[in-house]
């Protein structure tokens, strides 16, 4: 008997081991994307749209001057792709960690408080479950993209105070609409918590409900807030990409992965019609960016789960 129960954390850590490997996978291939998109930024936001309307410089396949080709209007990917990660992996992040503050907040009072609160809360929640994401981004986006365009026209140029306000628009409707999930989890723990013995302890002494919530329970939630943030990351990313494809969220002349892959359509349309010049190139990069950059930060998510959630070791 001891010997089994001596081998059985033995194949927990063995079945584990594949995850965490992956995880690590997962980072690198995130940084080896993310580290040039943003390292690179004072030199792509120079060239992102150098237009040379020429027969040499237009739809050039990838070269070793171009190395991801040009497009129609003879602009390099390669610099538009790195300044589209930029914009889409900030996107990304900045809507994650909109939604962790808002989630948090929301489910650790709903679930701390209790009673007719938290089902007034938590209805809410459910209602919002219940309405399109899409419908709801393009509200939040024509509420605040007006008031964010003007106040950016004010410090910056029109043209950089348009793309900056549609891409601040953009992140605070994604965070906006992105936080159900984690409040739904972090109540859930929070109900659990409030019940422990080092709660009731802490009440006995006088602690009040600040210092309860932010010395006793939000330590105890740091846990399930990085997993689930790093869960919310590629949601996202993928939105603001799903988004800027229909013409939604950032447009050109800005680029995003969204954007760079919509425009690289009429490829597979120039395929779909029998056509020889088939610019591949261009649907290619900013999609295979775009899924390597998802599939790294989904495979960090499984690995964080593994070490910060205690109900993964059911795996």
């Given at each position: 008997m001891a010997m089994v129960a001596d081998a059985l954390p033995v194949k927990a850590r063995g079945l584990r081991r594949p995850r965490l490997s992956a995880g690590l996978v997962g980072a690198v291939l995130l940084a080896a994307i993310a580290l040039p998109c943003f390292l690179t930024l004072p030199w792509s936001v120079q060239y992102y749209d150098l237009q040379r309307l020429t027969d040499e410089a237009q739809r050039q396949p990838p070269s070793f001057a171009e190395p991801m080709g040009t497009d129609t209007l003879g602009r390099p990917l390669l610099?538009?792709?790195?300044?589209?990660?930029?914009?889409?992996?900030?996107?990304?992040?900045?809507?994650?960690?909109?939604?962790?503050?808002?989630?948090?907040?929301?489910?650790?009072?709903?679930?701390?408080?209790?009673?007719?609160?938290?089902?007034?809360?938590?209805?809410?929640?459910?209602?919002?479950?219940?309405?399109?994401?899409?419908?709801?981004?393009?509200?939040?986006?024509?509420?605040?993209?007006?008031?964010?365009?003007?106040a950016a026209r004010l410090v910056f140029a029109a043209d950089i105070a348009t793309g900056l306000g549609r891409v601040v628009t953009l992140m605070l409707?994604?965070?906006?609409?992105?936080?159900?999930?984690?409040?739904?989890?972090?109540?859930?723990?929070?109900?659990?918590?409030?019940?422990?013995?080092?709660?009731?302890?802490?009440?006995?002494?006088?602690?009040?409900?600040?210092?309860?919530?932010?010395?006793?329970?939000?330590?105890?939630?740091?846990?399930?807030?990085?997993?689930?943030?790093?869960?919310?990351?590629?949601?996202?990313?993928?939105?603001?990409?799903?988004?800027?494809?229909?013409?939604?969220?950032?447009?050109?002349?800005?680029?995003?992965?969204?954007n760079l892959a919509s425009d690289g359509l009429r490829a597979l349309h120039a395929l779909a019609m029998g056509s020889s010049n088939v610019e591949w190139w261009v649907l290619l990069f900013p999609c295979l960016l775009l899924g390597l950059t998802l599939m790294g930060l989904n495979f960090v998510g499984d690995a964080l789960r593994e070490r910060f959630d205690p109900r993964s070791t059911r795996a």
């Open positions: 610099w538009r792709c790195l300044l589209g990660g930029a914009i889409s992996l900030g996107v990304g992040l900045s809507a994650a960690v909109l939604a962790m503050v808002i989630g948090t907040a929301w489910g650790a009072v709903a679930g701390y408080v209790g009673g007719r609160v938290d089902s007034a809360m938590m209805r809410l929640v459910d209602v919002l479950y219940g309405l399109p994401y899409i419908l709801l981004v393009v509200l939040v986006d024509m509420a605040l993209q007006p008031t964010l365009v003007a409707a994604i965070g906006a609409v992105s936080w159900l999930t984690m409040a739904r989890v972090i109540r859930g723990q929070v109900l659990s918590l409030r019940g422990q013995p080092f709660i009731e302890a802490a009440r006995a002494v006088g602690a009040g409900p600040m210092r309860l919530m932010g010395i006793h329970l939000l330590p105890n939630l740091i846990g399930p807030m990085i997993v689930y943030s790093t869960l919310t990351v590629p949601a996202a990313i993928l939105q603001e990409s799903f988004l800027s494809f229909l013409g939604i969220g950032i447009q050109d002349p800005l680029p995003s992965w969204g």
